[in-house]
C-alpha cells in the first residue's frame, strides 16, 4: 500500500514535469534580439557561467519567467511574449541564473522523492511546500544583495507583474498569490534580525558540557561467582601484585577477601578512571591468566585468554584496604631483590 502511494506520488509528479515542460518548449522559439542578448551575456558572466550550455528562449505559454529542466545541457530559461526595461530583464536573468547555479531543479526534484516517500504525512506536504518557499526567498536575498530601495521596489513591482504559476521541477521568477505576499514584505522591508550564532554557540556549549555517559549496575553477585566461578580457589595462583614492593603473606586469606565481595555487573560507557587507591593482582588459571584491578568502588576483570571481553563490576561496599593490608605488605628492597634472586634460581 505504502509503495503504491509512493510510485503514484512520484509519477504523477514526473509526468506533470514532462507535461509542463512539453506544452512550454512546444510553443518557444529562441531568443534572437541583440539588446536582450547582451543583458544575457552581461548577467551570465557575472554568475561566472562560461559558455553556458542552457539555452534562452520565449513562449506565449507562460504568464511569469521560468527556469525548467533538470540537466545542465537542458536547462532552458523561458520569458513570457511581452516587453521588459533593461533594468527587468537584468533582474530577471539574475533571478533565474542563481537558481540554476545550486541546481535548484534538482532540490524540488529531492522534495518531491520526499513528499511521495512520506505521501501519507501531511506535516510532510507542508514541510515541502514551506521549504519550496524557502528556496523563492533565499534567491531573493542574494539577487537583492546590497541593493538599495529602488531597486527593491522595482523587484516588487516586477514580482507583482508577473505573478504566475510554478509546476513540475522548475523555478520561476513570481509564483502564485498565495507565496507572493511573504516574498514582497521580505523584499520591499527587510528587516535586520538579531543573530542568532552567540545564542546557539551558547547552548551547543552547554550541551557539550552537559554531556556525559550512563552506566547500570545490575544483578548482585559474589566474588566466587564471578571470579572463581564457583570453583575451587586453590586452582588460582598468585602470579604477581603488579608491582615489586608489595608481597602477599596470607594467599588464602587473599582468595577468602575476594570471594566475599559483594559485586554488580556494570553496564554501559563509563571511562573508568581509576580513583584513591588501587590494587592490580595476575592469577594463573586453569584456563590461562586473569588480571584484577581493585579499586576504591569497581573491580575490573581482564581474562588473558581467548577472546574474553574485559568487565567491570561495581563494589556496593568498597573495598576494606585495612584488612587487606594485614597480608598484603609493602617488601623491604633489600628483601625483595634477595627473594627476586631466589626465585630466579
Known amino acids: 500500500m505504502w509503495f503504491t502511494g509512493f510510485l503514484g506520488v512520484l509519477g504523477w509528479k514526473i509526468l506533470s514535469h514532462l507535461i509542463f515542460r512539453g506544452r512550454i518548449l512546444r510553443d518557444s522559439f529562441p531568443i534572437t534580439d541583440p539588446s536582450v542578448l547582451a543583458i544575457w551575456r552581461q548577467e551570465t558572466e557575472a554568475a561566472r557561467f562560461h559558455k553556458p550550455k542552457f539555452g534562452l528562449a520565449v513562449s506565449s505559454k507562460i504568464p511569469t ?6 540537466f545542465r545541457w537542458s536547462v532552458w530559461v523561458v520569458l513570457p511574449n511581452r516587453d521588459y526595461t533593461p533594468e527587468e530583464l537584468a533582474l530577471i536573468f539574475r ?34 511546500k ?32 508577473t505573478a504566475g504559476d510554478e509546476r513540475g521541477f ?16 521580505s523584499v520591499a522591508d527587510p528587516k535586520k534580525k538579531p543573530s542568532g550564532a552567540l545564542v546557539v554557540g551558547l547552548v551547543f556549549f552547554l550541551l557539550c558540557m552537559s554531556c556525559g555517559y550512563a552506566a547500570l549496575a545490575y544483578g548482585e553477585s559474589t566474588g566466587g561467582e564471578v571470579i572463581y566461578k564457583s570453583g575451587p580457589q586453590e ?47 595476575i592469577f594463573d588459571i586453569p584456563k590461562g591468566v586473569l588480571a584484577v584491578t581493585l579499586s ?10 581467548g577472546k574474553a571481553n574485559v568487565q567491570y563490576y561495581y563494589l556496593p561496599d568498597g573495598i576494606d584496604w585495612d584488612g587487606l593490608g594485614e597480608y598484603m605488605v609493602e617488601c623491604p628492597p633489600a628483601k625483595c631483590v634477595h627473594d627476586a634472586g631466589r626465585k630466579d634460581e
Open 65 to 70: 519567467p521560468l527556469s525548467i529542466g533538470l
Open 95 to 128: 533571478h533565474e541564473l542563481i537558481h540554476i547555479g545550486p541546481k535548484d531543479s534538482w532540490n524540488k526534484f529531492f522534495l518531491v522523492f520526499c513528499s511521495a516517500m512520506c505521501w501519507f504525512n501531511p506535516l510532510m506536504w507542508m514541510a515541502v
Open 130 to 161: 514551506r521549504s519550496s518557499e524557502d528556496l523563492e526567498l533565499s534567491c531573493d536575498e542574494t539577487v537583492l544583495l546590497d541593493s538599495d530601495d529602488d531597486v527593491r521596489h522595482q523587484y516588487a513591482n516586477l514580482l507583482l507583474k
Open 170 to 185: 522548475s523555478t520561476c521568477l513570481s509564483a502564485s498569490a498565495n507565496t507572493l505576499r511573504y516574498r514582497l514584505k
Open 235 to 281: 586452582e588460582y595462583g598468585l602470579r604477581s601484585t603488579g608491582g615489586d614492593d608489595l608481597v602477599c603473606t596470607d594467599e588464602t586469606a587473599l582468595h577468602r577477601y575476594l570471594s566475599s565481595l559483594r559485586m554488580e555487573h556494570i553496564s554501559g560507557n563509563y571511562s573508568f578512571a581509576p580513583e584513591g587507591r588501587s590494587l592490580f593482582l
Open 296 to 305: 576504591d568502588r569497581f573491580l575490573k576483570l581482564v581474562p588473558l585468554y
